[in-house]
């Protein structure tokens, strides 16, 4: 439920910070509402036609970033269900890569945790990793390895911990891995972070 909520709060705050076009349609509430009701489906559709209406010179700005990231784990939702089939999924997804991306905001973490960001290595920050799942944190949507621009400083990190933070970088290549339960392979490059507390 904590990973739904970060979600929201990331484009409710997109919502009221740039009131833009693509943010004051009734697509863009009604992608929200799909997504707090895990109705992956409608979430995909919708998501699909929002970064449609995103103008052609805003295409790696945050707002399309992020509705890029909301079709790919929307798209995850329906690949759980057997909705989609892996090459399905991943034939939705593959032209996003070389594309900027941003993922929902998340704690910060030193230990394994779902929906959490944490180091891919126990002794460095220069790549970090978050295990995306449903609400319930029942099924695993996505592995997602971040390799960052900058390393973030380890004590800084550290001091982080429990504290909600948003990254984002350039999708560098999302791949389908595991058969009774497929998930997405996401590796992102030049991330950054940014607090969002």
């Not at 833009?20 to 863009?28: H, I, P, R």
């Not at 890029?68 to 269900?81: D, K, P, Q, T, V």
Request: glycine share 4%; proline share 3%; aromatic share 10%.
């Amino acid at each position: 439920m904590k990973y739904i909520i970060s979600l929201l709060l990331v484009l409710v705050c997109l919502t009221s910070a740039k009131a833009q076009s693509v943010t004051e349609t009734k697509e863009w509430a009604d992608m929200i509402t799909s997504l707090q009701n895990e109705n992956w489906q409608n979430a995909n559709k919708l998501s699909i036609i929002c970064l449609k209406m995103v103008p052609k010179d805003a295409e790696e700005g945050f707002e399309a970033s992020l509705l890029r990231y909301i079709f790919i784990y929307s798209e995850a939702g329906l690949m759980n269900l057997n909705k989609v089939s892996q090459a399905q999924a991943l034939k939705a997804v593959k032209d996003f890569a070389g594309h900027q991306i941003v993922l929902p905001a998340h704690p910060v973490t030193l230990k394994n945790a779902f929906n959490s960001i944490g180091m891919k290595n126990d002794s460095t920050t220069d790549t970090l990793s978050i295990c995306a799942t449903n609400s319930a944190a029942t099924d695993i949507f996505s592995f997602e390895y971040i390799t960052m621009k900058e390393k973030w400083p380890i004590a800084d990190f550290k001091n982080a911990v429990g504290k909600n933070y948003r990254l984002n970088g350039l999708l560098k290549s999302i791949s389908v891995e595991g058969h009774m339960f497929p998930r997405f392979r996401i590796i992102i490059d030049d991330g950054e972070y940014k607090s969002f507390d």
